[in-house]
């Protein structure tokens, strides 16, 4: 399955906001992506409650998974943006 590692962008990291705009773009491309830190176990990026149980603080790694190579390159885009800013 596709992956990209990206850093996380958002001053706080993933926290509600940015977790709730990932489940949902997520939830509208119809396809399971995952994401997972460094040695962690991956979680469905369409739960915002799981998202936050990643603990990814601002420049931690995340790598997203996906068998839709755009919605992957979509949702990597995401995470490595400063999703409170927007």
Not at 77 to 84: F, I, P
């Amino acid at each position: 399955m596709p992956s990209q590692t990206v850093t996380v962008g958002s001053a706080v990291g993933l926290h509600a906001r940015p977790a709730a705009l990932i489940a949902e773009a997520v939830g509208k491309a119809g396809v399971p992506v995952t994401l997972a830190t460094a040695g962690g176990n991956p979680v469905d990026a369409g739960s915002p409650l799981m998202i936050m149980t990643l603990g990814a603080k601002k420049g931690a790694e995340v790598t997203v998974t996906s068998d839709d190579e755009a919605v992957l390159a979509d949702i990597a885009a995401m995470v490595q943006r400063d999703l409170d800013a927007e």
